[in-house]
C-alpha cells in the first residue's frame, strides 16, 4: 500500500480533474451546447502544457506556441461571436434546473417560497422574441438563408 499522503494526493487530483472535471462538462454540454463545449473542453491539453512550462521548466517550443495561438484564435471566436434574430420556441414540456426569466414563465401549485435555482416539471409556451442567444437546450431553431 502506497503511504497516506500520496494516496490523498492522487484521490484529489482524481476528484478534481475526473470527476469535477466530468460533471462540468455535462453541466456544460446541457448550457451552451455539445460545439462550445467540445471547444472550450479542449483547451484542457494546452492549459496543461502551460502547467509543465511554469512547474516543470519544461521547454517552451515552436509548436506549442503555434498550438496556443490557434487554440487562442478559436476561443476568441467562440467568445466574440454575436447570434440575435427573431425566433420561436416551441412550447415543451420537460424538467431541468432553471431560474425564473424570459424563458421560464411558470406558476407554481405550491405556495411555498420559490428558492432559485430549482427543479420540477414545466411547460414552457410557445414563445417569439429576438436576443443574443446560440444553440443551447433552450435555443433549437431552424435559420432562415436568403436566397439571391
Known amino acids: 500500500m502506497p503511504a497516506v499522503t500520496p494516496l490523498l494526493v492522487a484521490g484529489l487530483v482524481g476528484l478534481f480533474g475526473y470527476g469535477v472535471s466530468l460533471v462540468l462538462f455535462i453541466l456544460a454540454l446541457r448550457h451552451i451546447g455539445t460545439a462550445r463545449t467540445g471547444a472550450y473542453f479542449s ?19 515552436g509548436w ?10 478559436g476561443v476568441w471566436l467562440h467568445l466574440s461571436e454575436r447570434h440575435e434574430h427573431v425566433h420561436a420556441h416551441e412550447e415543451v414540456t420537460h424538467e431541468h434546473l432553471h431560474v425564473h426569466n424570459e424563458h421560464h414563465r411558470h406558476e407554481h401549485e405550491s405556495e411555498t417560497p420559490i428558492i432559485e435555482p430549482h427543479s420540477h416539471i414545466h411547460t414552457h409556451t410557445k414563445l417569439t422574441h429576438s436576443h443574443p442567444h446560440y444553440p ?7 435559420h432562415q ?3 439571391s
Not at 506549442?64 to 484564435?73: E, H, R, T
Open 145 to 147: 438563408t436568403k436566397k
Open 43 to 61: 483547451t484542457a491539453p494546452f492549459l496543461g502544457a502551460i502547467v509543465s512550462v511554469v512547474f516543470l521548466a519544461e521547454p517552451i517550443t
Open 64 to 73: 506549442i506556441l503555434v498550438a496556443g495561438l490557434l487554440m487562442g484564435i
Open 136 to 142: 443551447d437546450i433552450h435555443h433549437r431553431h431552424e
